[in-house]
């Protein structure tokens, strides 16, 4: 089956520090790639995404780059603010059934930024 | 105008106890889905229908069910209310189609379930 494992937290930084947040994934077909955020007290929303291999997300001054070769999709921020506060989630998905995309999560890493 | 909804955004309420969360998404989706969350953030799905249809199923008591009127609405039925499931659930839809531009959730706000 999927999984995706993603670095424990707390990751805890400065403003203005550089943020890598590392996921591996396994999965049977050829996924797409995803991060999600989640901000306190709401919702997931999707932060970017990568459908094929070598594809960059970005937004948001946040990166991922799918690489096939180690299966990875680590987050990066150069300079992360107070805002940015919140838990990630790496996830995948592919076409389970005809159509369906069922995703499959990571654990979530939250990020604590301080002044 | 809020793509998912659910409603309440808290419940408390006693064990044995009986209760519904709705959730409506106005985006045009085929499947929507429920998912809960621990105290650790954890995420697990629980079900998914496309279309009123009931495509994923996965090891939930059957104290849950869930129930699609119309493709635009899942709501979530919970029986005999226990400590254990108190966490926050989360509705979700998405497209469906073949290709990489149907695979992106959009979530609801959540709803968080404390049982006394």
């Known amino acids: 089956g999927n999984s995706v494992t993603q670095m424990e937290g707390p990751v805890t930084l400065s403003e203005e520090a550089f943020l890598t947040i590392n996921c591996t994934y396994t999965a049977t077909g050829y996924p797409s790639l995803f991060w999600y955020v989640q901000y306190p007290g709401e919702g997931l929303q999707l932060l970017l995404k990568a459908t094929k291999a070598d594809d960059k997300g970005s937004n948001k001054g946040f990166e991922a780059t799918y690489r096939k070769e180690t299966t990875s999709f680590h987050l990066e921020k150069g300079s992360v603010q107070v805002s940015d506060s919140a838990v990630y989630f790496c996830?995948?998905?592919?076409?389970?059934?005809?159509?369906?995309?069922?995703?499959?999560f990571g654990r979530g890493t939250s990020l604590i930024v301080h002044p | 105008d809020t793509a998912v909804s659910q409603t309440p955004k808290y419940l408390v309420t006693q064990m044995g106890n009986d209760k519904s969360i709705k959730c409506e998404q106005n985006l045009g989706h085929d499947t929507m889905y429920w998912y809960k969350q621990d105290s650790k953030k954890f995420l697990k799905i629980m079900f998914s229908?496309?279309?009123?249809?009931l495509i994923i199923n996965e090891t939930v008591p059957n104290r849950f069910s869930p129930k699609s009127p119309d493709k635009a609405h899942l709501n979530l039925h919970i029986n005999s209310l226990e400590l254990g499931d108190s966490a926050v659930y989360f509705c979700?839809?998405?497209?469906w189609g073949r290709g990489t531009t149907y695979n992106e959730q959009f979530f609801g706000p959540g709803t968080r379930l404390t049982v006394l």
């Open positions: 996830a995948l998905s592919d076409d389970a059934s005809g159509g369906s995309y069922i995703p499959t």
């Open positions: 979700a839809s998405s497209a």
């Open positions: 229908y496309n279309n009123k249809e």
